[in-house]
């Protein structure tokens, strides 16, 4: 958790903030291609342009204005993806190291053998051994559904009207939760709880960070599409779709 709040932290503060200054920037940007609409319209008449040449020069236009736009900013949408290649490194080589733990790799010596003895007898509630697999299904079924609720979190908070890419994008790591719940059901109990613990950390730190007075207390620019209300917002989503499933199925 330590390495959690140290490191993903920081880059989840600083993903949040890129992403309201690249709205900043877009919403300047359709009033420029609006701009250069017109200007493209009339040099076709002043210069006599077919559409080919037109539409060339109108991208090209548009492309220098968003690269002026990004470098004057400093907000290129790459800065958005920090957090994931920092996050995902550091959740494999922990599940690695655990998973090391538990099988005594690389080397069976004595120092391997104590640990893997004070995991056997260091757990806890229904979970006593922490090499053994959770056969409760407890953790791998709570695991899925953390995971599950930092996606409906992330949907539920915003009120932009998401694009097809987003769409599958969203149930796309739907579908990869639940299937993460069999494969957490036959690792030792130790990986999951780390697993576990790490989701409920993401979701906590998405709560958080969705309330505007955090948002200003880690100078995060406000953005025309930020929720002035978002725990009440989510609250009437997730009644919303309650509601939805039980008159579908009623």
Not at 42 to 64: G, L, Q
Not at 70 to 89: G, Y
Not at 103 to 111: K, V
Request: a positive charge; aromatic letters at 12%.
């Amino acid at each position: 958790m330590m390495l959690r709040s140290c490191i993903t932290v920081p880059f989840a503060i600083y993903q949040n903030y890129i992403l309201a200054k690249l709205e900043y920037v877009k919403i300047e940007m359709d009033d420029i291609a609006k701009e250069l609409k017109k200007e493209t319209a009339v040099a076709v008449k002043m210069y006599n342009w077919d559409e080919k040449t037109a539409r060339i020069s109108f991208k090209r236009s548009i492309r220098k204005q968003w690269t002026n736009l990004i470098a004057r900013e400093n907000c290129h949408p790459f800065k958005t993806t920090l957090l994931v290649f920092f996050q995902l490194p550091l959740w494999v080589s922990l599940s690695i190291s655990l998973r090391n733990l538990v099988y005594m790799l690389p080397n069976q010596d004595f120092h391997a053998q104590l640990t893997f003895t004070e995991l056997s007898v260091g757990g806890f509630g229904w979970i006593p051994n922490l090499v053994e697999v959770d056969s409760s299904l407890i953790l791998p079924v709570c695991f899925g559904l953390l995971n599950l609720g930092i996606i409906e979190l992330q949907t539920l908070s915003k009120v932009n009207v998401p694009t097809k890419l987003q769409k599958f994008l969203t149930n796309f790591f739907r579908g990869l939760s639940i299937l993460m719940i069999p494969i957490a059901s036959v690792v030792p109990s130790c990986v999951v709880l780390y697993w576990t613990t790490s989701s409920a950390f993401g979701f906590v730190q998405n709560l958080i960070l969705v309330s505007p007075k955090i948002r200003r207390l880690c100078k995060i620019p406000q953005t025309p599409s930020e929720l002035e209300q978002p725990y009440k917002h989510i609250i009437t989503g997730i009644k919303y779709r309650f509601k939805y499933f039980s008159d579908k199925n009623s």
